[in-house]
């Protein structure tokens, strides 16, 4: 089992930058399994979207919605998972979620993991 908890949101102005943090803890088996870990985001009435994911070796995609402005890493050794979120526009406004995946080997399916969010509001 790994238990993911996210910090570093909060208020910030449009035009202005965040940077929200996912650590990862529980089973370091489980945890060396993870081969891909993703920032997805939700605002009110609408459904939950995919932000950014970046593999175990470090690929990374990005909805196009954010490319350009936000920039997912990871720090293995902290087995941390970050999202740099630059020029923030009130339309980013959400919870953001991390989520990772692991892959179990076979026959088990593989197993998601979940954070309980953070917050982030962009004022106009």
């Known amino acids: 089992q790994v238990q993911l908890v996210e910090s570093g949101g909060g208020l910030v102005q449009a035009g202005g930058s965040l940077r929200l943090s996912c650590a990862a803890s529980?089973?370091?088996?489980?945890?060396?399994?993870?081969?891909?870990q993703a920032w997805y985001r939700q605002a009110p009435g609408k459904q939950r979207e995919l932000v950014a994911t970046?593999?175990?070796?470090?690929?990374?995609n990005y909805a196009d919605s954010v490319k350009g402005r936000f920039t997912v890493s990871r720090d293995n050794a902290k087995k941390t998972v970050y999202l740099q979120m630059n020029s923030l526009k009130p339309e980013d406004t959400a919870v953001y979620y991390c989520?990772?995946?692991?892959?179990?080997?076979?026959?088990?399916?593989?197993?998601?993991?979940w954070g309980q969010g953070t917050q982030v509001t962009v004022s106009s």
């Open positions: 529980g089973s370091i088996q489980s945890i060396l399994r993870i081969n891909v």
């Open positions: 970046i593999t175990s070796v470090g690929s990374t």
């Open positions: 989520s990772a995946n692991e892959k179990t080997p076979l026959p088990l399916p593989s197993r998601d993991y």
